[in-house]
């Protein structure tokens, strides 16, 4: 085929396609034969999770070759790089070349075309459309990060082995079908502590790598606590250097460099993610309390703390320096931070008597403004006068959820009995918290943030976010043990609409996707198999 009827051959396909889905949409249901013995999946459905909006096998087979190329187009470097990232992906296991080709003259068949032209702009800027013919895979978006969320689906359709880092026998097979997909939600969140514990830039980025394959989108990194200060602020070096230096029961602290924490934007942002960073205020400063003494009411230095304790101390709110402190450290974080957002913590301040502690929220406010930024804090920073842009991240505390809800604030859902991934998945689990009580697998699941607080509503909901805090996780093997698979819970909840949720079927999903976390050698909580009773 030449290129133009390649190209013609793709819009007549999606032209028809469309029709077809026309006459479909309404009719179609999640059929409920039984599978194994879980009730009501469909044995065609795609065993992907986010499960997609719409998604219709058609009956044949696609089968990937060593002649399969991965056809982009526009050829602007950002859909290369796409084309290139999907390359990576799928090379090492099936042993292709895979060549990203621009331009279209190539006859052969069983190749992948990723194209922004001609898409339908209802797509918005994450969805897409993935039609899988017997002879050609066709992902089309609106933006190139629409693309890139359909790959993660793509890599998800083929065998679990193509996860695989070495060579593995195929073949590599897709039912073919037709998939039509965007998010619930815009704010689809993960975020990981590293004060309590300190990880490596890579443990950051293979952590990153695994929340892109679920269409998370935004990497909030929780990045000074009581027990250490991990980003280098060149105006006040010791926070780092020595409020750095510790972690909790005295293991070993570490920090990013301003490079460092750049490296992690960039990995982050190649996968269409932003990353949010905090820094944790007025309470949970201990680490900055014992670097620097001008920052106690007292003047004097605090001691490095490596307990497990919160709430206990403050930033000294009516002195001068504490803003002139907090003034460098925003303008230095804003600066290496190209995402619309900082957060700025406000949660536990248990020292401070309530109007200082909104005084110091309004002023903090200010000052995030002053550096071009959104400001983001846990629910506790409703109780202040907040300016409308800011968002409230609710946690445990309706009444202050509500409060900002009137104020016309908006919120993120981080509710914790149902999304706190430290908490422990029921008595017998060594790791992890208990305080929010024992979360498993159903229970991550089966909540909707639209419903959980009366009077909260998806207007004023503007995603989700699932924290893994670390007091009690050392390695990023005991993160992975917490949060997988209960964060995939959370990115199936703040992408795939509430009508199509169901958690037996889910729960067969998930089952598919323990597959490829064992090839991909993760550390997660298993289910039991109920497909093998
Ligand atoms: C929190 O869990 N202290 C926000």
């Not at 199509?500 to 550390?523: A, G, H, S």
Request: overall charge negative; aromatic content about 10%.
């Amino acid at each position: 085929m030449t290129s133009k009827k390649i190209r013609a051959a793709v819009r007549v396909s999606i032209l028809f396609i469309t029709a077809f889905l026309f006459v479909q949409c309404g009719t179609s249901k999640i059929s409920s034969s039984i599978s194994g013995v879980i009730q009501n999946v469909n044995p065609d459905e795609a065993k992907v999770i986010p499960l997609p909006v719409y998604d219709k096998p058609t009956g044949n087979t696609f089968t990937l070759t060593s002649t399969s190329k991965i056809y982009v187009e526009p050829a602007t470097d950002e859909i290369i790089n796409i084309g290139n990232y999907l390359k990576e992906k799928l090379s090492a296991s099936t042993g292709y070349p895979l060549s990203v080709v621009t331009a279209i003259k190539d006859s052969s068949l069983e190749n992948i075309l990723l194209t922004t032209e001609n898409a339908d702009s209802s797509l918005g800027d994450e969805g897409y459309k993935l039609i899988i013919s017997k002879d050609l895979i066709t992902l089309q978006a609106y933006k190139p990060a629409g693309l890139f969320r359909g790959i993660q689906t793509l890599r998800q359709l083929f065998p679990v082995s193509i996860e695989s880092a070495s060579k593995m026998p195929g073949p590599w097979e897709i039912a073919t079908r037709i998939i039509i997909d965007h998010p619930r939600y815009k704010w689809r969140g993960a975020m990981l502590d590293v004060a309590r514990h300190f990880f490596s830039v890579s443990d950051v980025e293979k952590y990153i790598d695994l929340l892109a394959y679920y269409k998370i989108n935004i990497f909030h990194i929780h990045l000074s606590d009581d027990q250490g200060w991990r980003i280098m602020i060149n105006s006040w070096p010791n926070l780092a250097k020595y409020g750095g230096s510790t972690s909790i029961d005295g293991d070993a602290g570490g920090y990013y460099t301003q490079k460092d924490f750049s490296d992690i934007v960039a990995y982050a942002k190649a996968r269409y993610m932003t990353v949010v960073p905090e820094i944790d205020m007025p309470s949970h400063t201990n680490a900055a309390l014992a670097s620097y003494a001008e920052l106690n009411c007292d003047g004097k230095a605090r001691s490095l703390y490596t307990g497990d304790d919160v709430g206990f101390c403050s930033l000294c709110v009516d002195s001068p320096e504490t803003y002139n402190f907090l003034d460098d450290v925003i303008k230095e974080l804003a600066a290496i931070t190209p995402g619309p957002y900082i957060h700025v913590g406000g949660d536990e301040a248990k020292t401070l008597p309530i109007p200082k502690y909104d005084y110091f929220v309004e002023k903090v406010e200010k000052i995030v403004h002053k550096y071009g930024k959104q400001m983001i804090g846990w629910e506790e920073i409703s109780n202040a006068d907040l300016t409308p842009g800011t968002i409230s991240q609710f946690w445990v505390n309706d009444s202050l959820a509500l409060k900002a809800v009137k104020d016309g604030i908006k919120l993120i859902m981080s509710p914790a009995p149902k999304i706190y991934l430290d908490m422990k998945y029921d008595a017998s689990t060594k790791l992890g918290q208990d305080w929010a009580g024992y979360i498993n697998v159903k229970t991550s699941y089966d909540w909707d943030p639209a419903e959980l607080v009366k009077g909260i509503t998806d207007k004023n909901i503007i995603g989700v976010e699932a924290p893994v805090w670390t007091e009690t996780l050392k390695t990023l093997s005991d993160v992975e043990y917490m949060a997988f698979p209960r964060i995939v819970c959370s990115a199936e909840i703040g992408w795939t609409p509430a009508a199509k949720k169901n958690w037996n079927d889910f729960e067969y999903r998930l089952l598919v996707q323990q597959e490829r976390w064992d090839v991909m050698k993760i550390n997660y909580y298993k289910i039991p198999d109920k497909r093998l009773n």
